[in-house]
């Protein structure tokens, strides 16, 4: 269930928590866009079919209470059993939006919006502080009543605005930009897992990660449902497999797929390296930092082949790391000698070795798996 919301009216009119009649189209105007919010949402989720009837009655906000000291105002929904997982979202959505167009951030992706729905929508966020005045502003709380707060005035609006005007950046998903806060998607994303349960009416399934449990959908590509099934274990036992899609991120953590285009089954040896290579394949957009790439299942099936050469030798156990890339780093080092092969995202092996009070090393490239490992192991190749 939803928190409270909190929205503070600042300025000398809202001293002692006094609250002008007219004011209350503010919160009039965020009750919109989050029932506008939570249309799209229900649409998305349950395409093609009838929106319920008491859908809009569940995501009415009321005045919990309000605060002295300035209109210091808690909202809550009226209905908190209906539509709990809805609202969230709706909520979500709504704070991402205010949050972007009021800090200058790239403004968020949502589901896809009926053209009135979406005039509606950009139409609503951007009347909120129609009602102030100079020296007045609305300090808005977007995940939690002690969070930093999105400060809407006379002077902020007028950029706010004019970002919510442009039609054509609206609602479209940003690949370039970073994926810290509020919801992001990403095209062509990774992330593997386990996945435990599909619902072929739906096309949604469910893929328990490392992160927790993400959900999907292949209404796009329907043709994947076989694959899917092949795959499912309720129980998180079955196959390791990774799935590439449009992936949303709620506060940088991968959330939900909102299309899949490829279903890949994962497998590695059971050794203590293919247990490394199971955890490199569980990295997600973002991994490092917010700039690494997942993986590249070409790279993590060349290492894997890669490793199998140097076990059959019998060489030390390796160091094995990811690549913000999504590529494979494969080292030995001793006190001696520095002797690595980077395994790029395309299969191609860069090679590198350093001794012992040498300045510059040696460097090398290649595409042939035994000429790789002849670098490492000193046979011929």
Not at 129 to 141: A, D, N
Not at 161 to 190: M, N, W, Y
Not at 219 to 238: C, D, H, I, K, T
């Amino acid at each position: 269930m939803p928190g409270l919301k909190r929205v503070r009216l600042m300025g000398a009119r809202f001293q002692g928590g006094r609250l002008p009649v007219d004011s209350l189209a503010e919160l009039q105007k965020y009750q919109d866009v989050v029932r506008i919010a939570a249309e799209a949402e229900w649409r998305f989720e349950h395409q093609g079919e009838a929106l319920p009837a008491d859908l809009r009655d569940s995501v009415s906000l009321t005045i919990e209470r309000i605060d002295e000291g300035s209109a210091d105002v808690f909202l809550a929904f009226e209905q908190h059993a209906a539509y709990a997982e809805l609202q969230t979202q709706a909520l979500d959505a709504s704070d991402a939006i205010i949050v972007a167009a009021y800090s200058g951030a790239p403004l968020p992706d949502l589901p896809a919006l009926p053209p009135e729905s979406d005039y509606l929508f950009r139409e609503a966020v951007a009347q909120i502080g129609i009602t102030l005045e100079p020296e007045q502003s609305i300090e808005f709380y977007p995940s939690a009543p002690d969070s930093s707060p999105v400060t809407i005035s006379v002077e902020t609006r007028k950029q706010a605005v004019d970002e919510l005007a442009r039609l054509e950046d609206f609602l479209v998903a940003v690949e370039e930009a970073p994926i810290t806060k509020g919801l992001k998607a990403v095209e062509d994303s990774k992330l593997t897992g386990h996945i435990t349960a599909i619902n072929a009416e739906k096309h949604r399934f469910s893929l328990r990660t490392e992160i927790g449990e993400v959900h999907g959908f292949y209404r796009s590509s329907p043709e994947l449902l076989e694959e899917f099934r092949a795959l499912v274990n309720s129980a998180a036992e079955g196959p390791l497999t990774r799935i590439t899609g449009d992936l949303q991120f709620k506060n940088g953590t991968p959330w939900r797929f909102r299309s899949v285009s490829e279903v890949e089954q994962v497998q590695f040896d059971e050794t203590e390296w293919g247990a490394r290579l199971g955890e490199l394949a569980t990295l997600s957009t973002g991994w490092d930092g917010g700039s690494g790439v997942p993986i590249s299942s070409v790279s993590l099936d060349a290492s894997q082949k890669l490793l199998q050469a140097f076990d059959a030798a019998n060489l030390d156990p390796p160091g094995i790391f990811p690549t913000a890339e999504g590529g494979v780093l494969i080292e030995w080092a001793s006190a001696t000698e520095v002797r690595s092969i980077e395994v790029l995202p395309d299969g191609e092996f860069e090679l590198f070795a350093l001794q012992r009070g040498q300045r510059q090393g040696q460097h090398g490239a290649t595409e042939d798996l035994t000429r790789a490992v002849a670098f490492i192991t000193g046979e011929p190749a």
